[in-house]
Every structure is written in structure tokens, then in C-alpha cells.
């Protein structure tokens, strides 16, 4: 599907390969034409809980041993994920076109699939974020 871009025209084929080249987020699904805008790339990602592990073990934040310990509850757990996995998703922000604006939301602890769901939206900045977040929630409703 091609997105008006502003004044240029982006694949959303080439985009999501970028995405999965350039990150380490897999593209589950690309929800383009669920937005039901014209100028707004979507995009159902996945982030491995393993890299999100290696991540918080770098930082020193979190050790997800604690919580056999007793010292942290699954929903401390879901939301450490959460949260994580949204922040390193706005390292996006290198790969999408410039004047870019994202909205991105973590949604989902897949235990079968050890990983994290997340829907990102990527419009020009011209459309504005009250238009962008508006395409967001209609996306989340399509999500699992």
C-alpha cells in the first residue's frame, strides 16, 4: 500500500522492511489500511521478551528473578514490559520518514509467543497528534 507522506509517497512494504531490518521488532501485520486514513502507516509489532530481559539485565533496572523471590507481582512484571518495550520503540524514530510523528502502544503479554504486542502509527506531522491518536484508537480496536 503507498501512504501520502506529505509531499512524497512511502510503500508500506518498504517501510515495514525497514523496520525489521533496523530494530528488533518484528512486524506482525501491517494495519495501513486499517487505519482508514490515506496518510497514516500502521503497523502490528512484536518484541522478544528475551530482548526486552537483556535489555533490563544491561540497565540494571529489573531482574525478572525476583519475581520467584516474592518481590515483584506479574502486573509490576506486565507493566516493566510494557513500558520498556514502548520506549525502545520510539528509537523508530530514526528509521521512519523525517517529519514523522509516531504513536505507539504496548497492548499485549503474548505468553505463547514470549513476546510483547505493540501497534505503531506513523503519520507526517502535518496531520496533527489529535488526528494520529484518533487513527490509534480505531486500531487498537482491531487487535486481538
Known amino acids: ?16 522492511e525497514a523496520i525489521e531490518n533496523n530494530s528488533e521488532f518484528k512486524v506482525v501485520k501491517d494495519m495501513s489500511k486499517g487505519s482508514k486514513r490515506e496518510d497514516i502507516l ?3 509489532l512484536s ?3 528475551d530482548v526486552l530481559n537483556d535489555i533490563m539485565k544491561e540497565e540494571d533496572e529489573f531482574d525478572i528473578n525476583e519475581l520467584s523471590e516474592g518481590e515483584l ?10 513500558n520498556l518495550a514502548e520506549e525502545i520503540a520510539t528509537e523508530l ?11 505507539i502502544r504496548a497492548y499485549k503479554w503474548d505468553k505463547s509467543d ?14 496533527g497528534e489529535s488526528k494520529l491518536g484518533n487513527a490509534m484508537r480505531t486500531l487498537l480496536t ?3
Open 93 to 103: 524514530e530514526e528509521v521512519v520518514p523525517e517529519e514523522s510523528i509516531l504513536d
Open 114 to 127: 514470549n513476546d510483547i504486542k505493540l501497534v505503531i502509527a506513523i503519520a507526517h506531522e502535518d496531520l
Open 47 to 49: 518484541i522478544s521478551l
Open 142 to 144: 482491531q487487535v486481538e
Open 42 to 44: 500502521a503497523y502490528n
Open 1 to 16: 500500500m503507498y501512504v501520502l507522506f506529505g509531499n512524497n509517497v512511502v510503500d508500506s512494504k518498504e517501510m515495514k
Open 73 to 82: 507481582t506479574e502486573d509490576d512484571i506486565f507493566d516493566e514490559y510494557l
